[in-house]
């Protein structure tokens, strides 16, 4: 059974920085996309980033301009760069992974943006 686990949460102060990672417990193979998902209390679940096996990015409007997905050469681990955070984006951070057989959530990571 893949796990994925994600690290790099934590408390930061409004307008600072953190970098996400996703690692899987074993390879996984003919990966079709890697997400970024959030979830805030009381919220649903939302996409923050995503990038396909072919590169192509996408982002929230919410984080467009703050966030930078990145993976190499189509392999975990997959990163998830945030600047400049707002006590907004303050949620639990999920790595989302679909290859062309299955696809598997991470637990989440907490991030709270605070002063």
């Known amino acids: 059974q893949v796990q994925l686990v994600e690290s790099g949460g934590g408390l930061v102060q409004p307008g600072g920085s953190l970098r996400l990672s996703c690692a899987a417990s074993?390879?996984?193979?003919?990966?079709?996309?890697v997400a970024w998902y959030r979830q805030a209390p009381g919220k649903q679940r939302e996409l923050v980033a995503s990038?396909?096996?072919?590169?192509?990015?996408n982002y929230a409007d919410s984080v467009k301009g703050r966030a930078t997905i990145s993976i190499d050469n189509g392999k975990l681990p997959v990163y998830l760069q945030m600047n400049s955070l707002k006590p907004e984006d303050t949620a639990v951070y999920y790595c989302?992974?679909?290859?062309?057989?299955?696809?598997?959530w991470g637990q989440g990571t907490q991030v709270t943006v605070s002063s």
């Open positions: 074993q390879n996984i193979f003919m990966i079709n996309t």
């Open positions: 990038v396909t096996s072919g590169g192509t990015t």
């Open positions: 989302y992974v679909r290859s062309y057989q299955s696809a598997y």
